[in-house]
């Protein structure tokens, strides 16, 4: 979506920390979304964060959001093989719609 | 969890004719569902919101006369393809929005591939 950015390819080492980042434009957005698509399958939601937060962890994934800056990051930590994927960003923009982000290509290398 | 189905997973078919792919919200009701389009390494776009007993909007430049959505019930969005023609093959996925939720959030099916020769 145009008005979500996303960096297209992260390479990262398995044990590593990933970090992946976004911005987004609109500042009424309530909630920030991180879902993982795998190969020809569905997105997965990861996890979101509610607008008033700084930050949100879940296990390995941390998510960031500086709302100043309308910049949202989404870490892994002790990247797995199976951590393999697409990941996309989305903001929530109105009547219930989500606008993506073009997705970041996380490949994990032994 | 929340979980959502789409049928078929794939559908190969001739040019001219119609597909219909079901969307299913199987442990929540939900009165708003998505259907969108994803090309090949593309993010997805959103072709029409499909809103339970009344007519889907659909997104700018989808024509609502091809991509016929219907969503009878709570549980159940259907888009149909019709006349369908090999520029319509791409991956079709639904979402829906689990209204039980403030937070907006919309659990995706695992998509359609549609090819269509």
């Known amino acids: 979506g145009e008005d979500v950015e996303q960096s297209l390819f992260l390479s990262v080492r398995e044990g590593d920390s990933s970090v992946i980042n976004c911005t987004y434009t609109?500042?009424?957005?309530?909630?920030l979304y991180w879902y993982k698509q795998e190969p020809g399958a569905g997105l997965q939601l990861l996890t979101y964060?509610?607008?008033?937060?700084d930050m949100k962890q879940d296990q390995r994934l941390t998510v960031l959001l500086n709302k100043k800056d309308k910049h949202l990051s989404l870490r892994i930590a002790d990247t797995q093989t199976g951590d393999s994927a697409i990941y996309f960003c989305?903001?929530?923009?109105?009547?219930?719609?989500?606008?993506f982000g073009a997705g970041t290509t996380v490949t994990v290398r032994a | 969890g929340a979980v959502v189905s789409q049928h078929p997973s794939r559908v190969i078919c001739k040019s001219g004719t119609s597909v219909k792919i079901e969307c299913r919200s199987l442990?929540?009701?939900?009165?708003?569902m998505f259907w969108y389009r994803q090309f090949p390494k593309q993010s997805l776009m959103l072709m029409a919101t499909?809103?339970?007993?009344?007519?889907?909007?659909?997104e700018q430049g989808v024509e609502k006369d091809k991509f016929l959505i219907n969503h009878a019930s709570l549980t159940l969005s259907t888009l149909t393809v019709t006349s369908a023609h090999p520029e319509d093959s791409s991956f079709y996925i639904c979402?829906?929005?689990?209204?039980?939720?403030?937070?907006?959030?919309?659990?995706f099916g695992p998509g359609t591939r549609l090819t269509v020769l």
């Open positions: 979402s829906a929005r689990d209204s039980r939720l403030s937070t907006d959030t919309q659990y």
């Open positions: 609109d500042s009424s957005s309530t909630y």
């Open positions: 964060i509610f607008s008033n937060m």
């Open positions: 989305a903001e929530n923009s109105g009547d219930y719609k989500l606008s």
């Open positions: 442990d929540f009701q939900a009165t708003t």
């Open positions: 499909s809103n339970e007993g009344s007519k889907a909007t659909y």
